[in-house]
Every structure is written in C-alpha cells, then in structure tokens.
C-alpha cells in the first residue's frame, strides 16, 4: 500500500498498517519531516486533549467523527507517548504538551514507521494517480509506483510556508469526490482600517472575554483575545474564527462578569477616583482609558446610574463586523475539505472506490484549538491503518 503525506495521520497510519503486517511505501514531497508537527503548539506540540469529544468539531456531518475517535483516544496516544519516555504535561483546559519539544512526537513516530518496516520515499513529488485494474498506479520523481491500497493523507491547504497544498482536494476532484469549500479556520480575524482605527493602537491589549457569532451557531467561547494592529487575535478569537463566515457579526463581552452594572453602581458611592481608574480594575489601563475617553475623566461618582448600565451594556454587548479573516498563511487549519459524505465512517475509505482514503486535516472534520486537531490527525490514521492490516487477511 501507498500512503502519500507524512505527516501527523499519515506516518500514524503508515506505522499501524505495516505494524499489522502490510508493506507500506510512504511518500513525502518534503525535505523535513513533518513540519507542522514541528512547529506546533509553539514548538511543544499540543499532542492531544483530555477532553475530546465530537462536539469539539467541526463538520457538515457532525456526528461522522464520532467511530473513529472512539477507536482511537486520547489515552491511547498518551500510552504511546510515555512508551517513548517522553515528558508532557497538560496546560490548559485538558491540553497536553512536550515537556521540552514536538521533535519528540516526530522522533517516535518516525520509529513507529522504522520498527513497522515502512519504506520511505521522500522527498518525492508524486506527478499523476490513475486507477488501474486492480488498484492505483502513481507517476512519481522517484518512478512509477503501484498498489492495490492508496491513502491520501497530505493534510490541508493552511501554512503553505511549510509545504501544505491542495494535493488531497484535487485528488477528491480528479475522482469525481465532494469537496466542502475549504477556508481558513483558528485565523485571527482582520477589519475594515477605518473602522479599526480607533482601537488599532490598543495592539498588544489581551483580555478575557466572551465571543459568539451573532445570530450564528450557538457555540460561545470564553477564552482570551488579543488586540492587533489590524484586528483580533488571541485563542477566543481562533476559536470562533472556525465558525465564522463573512458577512457575519461578532457579539463580544469585554467583561464577562455576571452582575456587573449592580456592582458598579454600588462601588461608585464615594469613589472619589475618575471612571477610566475604576475600569482599571477591571481591565487594562489603556483598554479602560481608551473605551471610556473623555468621559472616563470624570469621577465615577457623578455618573448616573442610567450611564454606568449603558456603559456596561456597550461592554458585554460590543458588536463588530470582520472584514475577513488573516487568511491561509496565518491560519492553523483548513476547515472543510473532502466530504464525509464520501467516506466510510470507520476506515475512511471512499465509498465505491475501493481502496482509496483520505485521512487527517484533509477531511471535512476541524478541530478546536487545543490539541484536537491532532487526535483526529492520530485516530484517522489508526482507524485506516487497522482496516488496510486487516485487508491482508481477506
Ligand atoms: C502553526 C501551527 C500550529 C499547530 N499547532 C497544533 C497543536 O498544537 N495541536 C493540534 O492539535 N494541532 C495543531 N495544528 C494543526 C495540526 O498541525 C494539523 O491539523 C495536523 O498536522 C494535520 O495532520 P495531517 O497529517 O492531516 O497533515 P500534516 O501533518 O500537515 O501532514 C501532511 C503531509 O503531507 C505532505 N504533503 C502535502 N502536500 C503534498 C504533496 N503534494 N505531495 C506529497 N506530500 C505532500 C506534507 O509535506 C506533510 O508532511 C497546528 C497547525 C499549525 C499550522
């Protein structure tokens, strides 16, 4: 069998079917292996989540992921992981990282190939796939290539910096496969420059806050966000960038505190300081003087109370229209991708043509940030990687 990418789905896949008894070529057009395993997670690679669930993805189907990650958890990957002896430790809301560095993970699963005595071929540009009696046959740098079995696992189209491209979607397209519009997803979200010019110089401000897409799917996210010169970032705006389509609204609440007018109108009783002060509390200097303007020189005690929950609706209700997105060279994922509707939903293969899979990021199946991405990149490849070992028995 022939497995094309290898990456995070496809060296897992590769590493499982050949464990199992199958001959697995994979192929590579890369020079480094697995970039973005290298450069994820700040280079500490956010391998898994404790957490994973199907609701933490994305889909036109959502219920397709549901199989293949119960075949594969992320107890599983963490097993493998101190099989190896490497450290981790978890960071954030079930999010677990490389104690030192994502060499490691590509260090074990490299092995993982080696020991299941996968033959590399890379870097090798594959030229063309046609279907022949019997399987696929593959025009490549390295020569013509033929097996009965062919995975598609060269990821998506984000980060082409390190080497990611559409291969996998021209591929669903070559073979008459659906192809759910792919886009941009965990991008930070840009704005009109006009618009933005009055915040843009609160660049380097994060905060905490609550974001939703208004009038959009009812997901909301408290997580942190960041002001940028030409928008928003931070993990609560990745988060949603994932569900936002253009056009739409985002409905922001800069201080997620239930109760707040209440709070602020019993705290402005003899405040003898200006608003922008007693914001501070709250927020960021330059946030609170920047919102506030003027008026935040005032004393809090000579506001109305009538103002002060203006002010506050203003704050947990702020609206605002994204221009676009930071687009495919800063996004962490492509979202949509081969439709699920084409596969099988336990081994990934097409439905009618026999032995051909798509697996990883490549599928219509976005994670959220947070090391998801990742565990559907590992239990995709096992799921396929099981059902390719299995064909040896037939
Ligand atoms: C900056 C960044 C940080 C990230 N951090 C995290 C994180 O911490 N946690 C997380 O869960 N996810 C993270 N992700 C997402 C995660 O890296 C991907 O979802 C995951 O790698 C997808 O696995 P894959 O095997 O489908 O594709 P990839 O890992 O991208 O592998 C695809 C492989 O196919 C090869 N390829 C591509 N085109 C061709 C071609 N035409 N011919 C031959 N080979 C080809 C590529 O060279 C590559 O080796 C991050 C992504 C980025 C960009």
Not at 86 to 113: N, P, T, V, Y
Request: net charge positive; hydrophobic share 40%.
């Amino acid at each position: 069998m022939i497995v094309i990418g290898a990456g995070a789905a496809g060296m897992m896949c590769a590493a499982t079917a050949g464990a199992g008894g199958r001959e697995v070529i994979l192929v590579d057009h890369a020079t480094k292996l697995a970039e973005k395993i290298r450069i994820s997670g700040g280079g500490r690679c956010n391998f898994t989540n404790v957490n994973v669930a199907p609701e933490n993805f994305i889909s036109a189907n959502p219920k397709f992921c549901r199989t293949v990650l119960a075949g594969y958890t992320p107890q599983d990957f963490i097993k493998l992981v101190k099989s190896y002896g490497i450290a981790w430790h978890e960071k954030h809301r079930g999010q677990l990282f490389c104690d030192e560095s994502s060499e490691q993970i590509i260090a074990m699963l490299r092995k993982e190939c080696d020991r299941a005595r996968v033959k590399w071929r890379m870097p090798c540009t594959v030229q063309s796939i046609k279907r022949i009696i019997g399987g696929f046959e593959l025009g490549t740098s390295a020569g013509v290539l033929r097996s009965r079995d062919l995975v598609i696992a060269t990821g998506g189209t984000a980060v082409p910096q390190v080497g990611a491209t559409d291969f996998a979607l021209k591929v669903a397209t070559q073979f008459g496969i659906e192809v759910i519009e792919p886009r941009p997803a965990l991008v930070p979200l840009q704005f009109d420059p006009n618009v933005w010019q009055p915040f843009a110089h609160l660049a380097g401000v994060a905060i905490e806050a609550e974001i939703a897409v208004t009038g959009g799917p009812k997901q909301r996210f408290v997580e942190d966000m960041l002001f940028t010169h030409r928008g928003l970032s931070g993990p609560g705006i990745l988060q949603i960038s994932s569900y936002w389509r253009p056009g739409q609204s985002l409905a922001i609440n800069l201080l997620p505190t239930k109760g707040l007018a209440q709070e602020l109108i019993e705290l402005k009783t003899g405040a003898k300081q200006q608003a922008s002060t007693v914001m501070s509390k709250y927020w960021p200097k330059r946030l609170a003087e920047q919102w506030l303007g003027e008026s935040g020189q005032r004393k809090f005690a000579e506001w109305s109370d009538k103002a002060i929950r203006a002010l506050v609706e203003q704050i947990q209700n702020w609206q605002v229209l994204p221009s676009g997105t930071a687009g495919l060279r800063k996004a962490e994922v492509m979202a949509g991708g081969v439709d699920t509707g084409a596969l099988d939903q336990r081994t990934l293969e097409v439905k009618g043509i026999e032995g051909l899979y798509f697996l990883g990021e490549a599928v219509d199946v976005t994670g959220w940030l947070g090391g998801y991405n990742f565990q559907w990149a590992w239990a995709s490849g096992v799921a396929c990687g099981r059902a390719l070992a299995a064909r040896t028995r037939d």
